[in-house]
């Protein structure tokens, strides 16, 4: 245990945020509130990796944090549109994630958490008791909400457009 403790502390603030539990609990939550509509029809596969690209990063995540939900997707980038480097970095954050964001994927699939339709590129969250998180992560979580019932609002290809992100 002592050297499970040791390795723990040697590892980055980087390493500690940007592993793929941490990332695939946030892609589930997110996905979990995307889902609760009427349909409740799965987040297509793209949208995922836009999702902690946004969450990861403390000024973008503020952003999102600070908007209200119902306000949607519209006032968050009209929000990140006052600094637009802010705005059009999410297109490069997502391009360097790409790694973190699919391996956060394939640990929820083997953990349980999702399930994947190839043929539509569907990611469905599947049902589990959610787990209490510890209290530097509980922003992650809120924003990854967030995403999820603004990106549900409105199609996959007009989210892209809103966050200046190419596909």
Known sequence: ?????????????????????????????YARRYQV???????????FFLVL?????RPTLDAVNSTQEKSGLGRFCEKLGTKREELLAIHERSLKLRA???????????????????????????????????????P????????????EAIDTVNVFKALKVDL
């Not at 723990?8 to 946030?26: M, Y």
């Open 1 to 29: 245990m002592k050297s499970e403790t040791k390795r723990f502390a040697t590892l980055t603030e980087i390493d500690k945020v940007q592993n793929p539990a941490l990332g695939a609990w946030l892609l589930w939550e």
């Open 37 to 47: 509509t009427a349909t409740s029809a799965p987040s297509h596969f793209l949208l």
């Open 53 to 57: 690209p946004i969450c990861l990063h």
């Open 100 to 138: 973190l964001t699919i391996n956060s994927i394939a640990f929820g699939i083997r953990a349980g958490l999702f399930d994947l339709n190839y043929e539509s590129g569907d990611l469905r969250a599947l049902e589990h008791t959610a787990p209490k998180p510890p209290e530097r992560v509980k």
């Open 140 to 151: 992650h979580a809120k924003g990854a909400v967030k995403l999820g019932a603004w990106f």
